[in-house]
């Protein structure tokens, strides 16, 4: 079997991207505000595409999960690209001529070490824009200084001003 080179892959996924089956975002650095030569990341642009491609054995939720909410800021009309912080990765820099957010991403907080390191990402932001946490938890208290916390599910159905 025949290795694949870096163009190869790189062909592949501009030829993907141009058919409207996958997104790129690309990595901005919050602080400089500058777009890094450094890879992004791809999104599938249709969930059951994936599950196709994929199939349903497998699945990692929290991935689907970002794919869904990457998906859902496009269609609210945000430019969406991955945010780099020092040396904390932030799953969304979410913007529009208006606004900017921050998004995190997980299935759960329950896990104490995911819930310092999705806020540790956050808090290393240093700017007034509003910043969430968008999970599956259901928790009593919502709000992690000045972080929203936010049912994934809720965050979905509702519509961008009411958030």
């Known amino acids: 079997m025949e290795k694949s080179n870096h163009q190869t892959i790189d062909n592949y996924l501009n030829i993907l991207e141009k058919s409207f089956i996958m997104y790129k975002a690309?990595?901005?650095?919050?602080?400089?505000?500058?777009?890094?030569?450094?890879?992004?990341?791809?999104?599938?642009?249709?969930?059951?595409?994936?599950?196709?491609?994929?199939?349903?054995?497998?699945?990692?939720?929290?991935?689907?999960?970002?794919?869904?909410?990457?998906?859902?800021?496009?269609?609210?009309?945000?430019?969406?690209?991955?945010?780099?912080?020092?040396?904390?990765?932030?799953?969304?820099?979410?913007?529009?001529?208006?606004?900017?957010?921050?998004?995190?991403?997980?299935?759960?907080?329950?896990?104490?070490?995911?819930k310092l390191r999705e806020i540790r990402s956050l808090e290393s932001i240093d700017d007034n824009y509003e910043k969430f946490i968008l999970t599956m938890d259901r928790l009593i208290s919502n709000n992690f200084n000045g972080i929203k916390v936010i049912n994934i599910i809720d965050w979905l159905i509702k519509e961008e001003k009411n958030i």
């Open 26 to 114: 690309s990595r901005t650095d919050i602080k400089s505000k500058a777009l890094p030569k450094t890879l992004g990341k791809y999104y599938i642009s249709n969930i059951g595409l994936r599950n196709i491609i994929m199939g349903f054995r497998n699945i990692e939720e929290g991935r689907l999960l970002e794919n869904i909410v990457y998906l859902k800021l496009l269609r609210r009309g945000y430019k969406v690209n991955i945010g780099k912080t020092n040396d904390y990765e932030v799953n969304f820099v979410a913007e529009n001529p208006n606004d900017i957010r921050y998004y995190q991403v997980t299935q759960t907080l329950k896990d104490e070490q995911v």
